[in-house]
């Protein structure tokens, strides 16, 4: 079975670091790339954004930070071909984020930014789902797609 593709936009990253493996719920993500069930994504936006929060807000979980990033693929900031009405609602960030998801064929695109992504939660653009951290683990877990 090949791995689903998972784009991490940067608060969960962020969260992650600031939590910790121990207490974040969303640190499965990377104990399932482990186990080659996801391939875990992120961008050089990603990565900027999340580096200066926790610079500034946690500067004591860079270290951990560091790791996370290591151990996720990097793919270049893009603009896919899709036109759709709903990225113009989206922040200039927030769109390049979704977008280079969408231009590199990434199964799933998990935001916890549900200011922005509310109403894109559970919509399909391109080949590209759009969904919460808790959404995506309840989910996939209960019908036995993602969680053998």
Request: include cysteine; charged fraction near 20%; glycine fraction near 6%.
């Amino acid at each position: 079975m090949e791995p689903l593709t998972v784009f991490l936009d940067s608060n969960i990253i962020f969260s992650i670091a600031w939590s910790g493996a121990e207490t974040s719920r969303a640190y499965i993500l990377f104990e399932l790339q482990q186990r080659a069930i996801l391939r875990l994504f992120i961008s050089p936006l990603v990565m900027e954004e999340t580096l200066s929060n926790i610079k500034s807000k946690k500067p004591s979980a860079m270290p951990f930070l560091l790791e996370l990033i290591k151990s996720t693929t990097l793919l270049p900031d893009a603009i896919s071909g899709i036109t759709d009405e709903r990225l113009n609602n989206l922040p200039n960030n927030d769109r390049i984020l979704l977008q280079t998801a969408i231009a590199h064929g990434i199964r799933w695109f998990i935001t916890g930014n549900s200011r922005d992504f509310q109403t894109l939660y559970g919509c399909r653009i391109g080949h590209t789902t759009i969904i919460a951290p808790r959404d995506f683990l309840e989910t996939r877990g209960r019908d036995g797609e993602l969680f053998p």
